[in-house]
């Protein structure tokens, strides 16, 4: 779940200036073949996302995956690779 805070105004917290990114926890059965963690699906924060055990990658959950939702790496290009790149 995703908690958002207002800051700076009046009678708000302070904006923090160096917040700690926090962990997630990932439980592996003794046989590798079952894994379960507590992190939520990125795209939309109300079901477990998928753990890719080969990668180590938390994946958007299977619903999101069906509407076109992944993580990818963008390939990014050259000055001029771009201007050959038709859009």
């Keep these: ?9 009046e009678g708000l ?6 917040v700690i990114p926090k962990d997630v926890n990932v439980w592996c059965h003794d046989s590798n073949m079952m ?5 939520s699906c990125p795209a939309c924060r109300d ?3 998928v ?4 990668t180590g990658l938390m994946q958007p959950c299977w619903g999101c995956q069906k ?3 992944r993580l990818i790496k963008k390939k ?3 000055w001029w690779q771009k201007l050959f790149v038709v859009k």
């Design 67 to 69: 509407k076109g939702y």
């Design 47 to 49: 079901a477990s996302a």
């Design 13 to 18: 917290l302070t904006y923090p200036l160096n």
């Design 35 to 39: 894994m379960t963690h507590d992190y």
């Design 51 to 54: 753990l890719d055990g080969s």
């Design 1 to 9: 779940m995703q908690h958002t805070h207002e800051c700076n105004g």
């Design 76 to 78: 990014s290009l050259s």
